[in-house]
């Protein structure tokens, strides 16, 4: 069984920075692609950045790329997210996902198809 908990949300001005972290627990979790997706009010859930079971591939939404930072340390089982130069239209409910296969390689639409997620931390940026 893997658990997430997501935690480094709050409020922050336009411009402004923050990084989220995903505490993950299960033996397995060091070998498992991780992800961030994020939900607005109104709109669905939509993927935001990934990263290998080895941290040696990433990928990441057009709109985040050159301003979010995605990474892992398998010794600590924590996922992080930096977020930079951030904007009214990156607030929503942050979620950290983890893949149901094992040593996934590289994203697809269907990485993260049955995975664990957790609860959410809310990211708000004001204007």
């Known amino acids: 069984q893997v658990q997430v908990v997501e935690s480094g949300g709050g409020l922050v001005q336009d411009g402004g920075s923050l990084r989220l972290s995903c505490a993950a627990s299960g033996r397995t979790v060091s070998s498992r692609a991780m992800g961030w997706f994020r939900q607005a009010p109104g709109k669905e859930r939509e993927f935001v950045a990934f990263i290998n079971w080895s941290g040696g591939s990433t990928a990441y939404a057009d709109s985040v790329k050159g301003r979010f930072t995605i990474s892992r340390d398998n010794a600590k089982n924590t996922l992080y997210l930096q977020m930079n130069s951030l904007k009214p239209e990156d607030t929503a409910n942050y979620y950290c996902?983890?893949?149901?296969?094992?040593?996934?390689?590289?994203?697809?639409?269907?990485?993260?198809?049955?995975?664990?997620w957790g609860q959410g931390t809310q990211v708000t940026v004001s204007s």
């Open positions: 996902a983890a893949a149901s296969q094992l040593f996934g390689i590289l994203y697809t639409s269907r990485t993260f198809e049955n995975a664990y």
